[in-house]
């Protein structure tokens, strides 16, 4: 199985986080199966790649040390491929999520570890 972590540390106010997450998922060709305040779970649109690499991507929001205007996420993004090579399917939509999540104009991003 393919799994990629990343967390992220953005300058945004939790009132908008949620939907421009949700927002930015979509984005990136996935589906919101499960919303909660604090964890997100999508799904890749099927129809483009073989079932066993449709991509799943889980978001935790930290709300225990989130300000007004500064919010930590961890991600895992992950899929039932094995990993033979290095830019399998699940590493490409990990960048095009890190990508995305990076480049939004809707908050600034202030940290990004990758795992």
């Not at 799994?3 to 984005?27: G, K, N, P």
Request: a negative charge; proline letters at 2%.
């Amino acid at each position: 199985m393919a799994r990629y972590t990343c967390s992220f540390t953005l300058a945004v106010s939790l009132d908008h986080l949620q939907e421009t997450l949700i927002e930015v998922l979509q984005s990136c060709n996935f589906d919101i199966i499960y919303d909660t305040n604090d964890y997100l779970m999508a799904r890749e649109i099927p129809g483009q790649v073989a079932f066993a690499k449709l991509v799943t991507v889980e978001v935790l929001i930290d709300r225990s040390t989130a300000t007004e205007q500064e919010v930590r996420m961890n991600f895992v993004i992950k899929n039932e491929e094995l990993p033979l090579q290095i830019d399998n399917h699940c590493h490409q939509m990990f960048q095009l999520v890190h990508e995305a999540i990076a480049e939004n104009r809707h908050w600034q991003l202030l940290e990004s570890v990758a795992g």
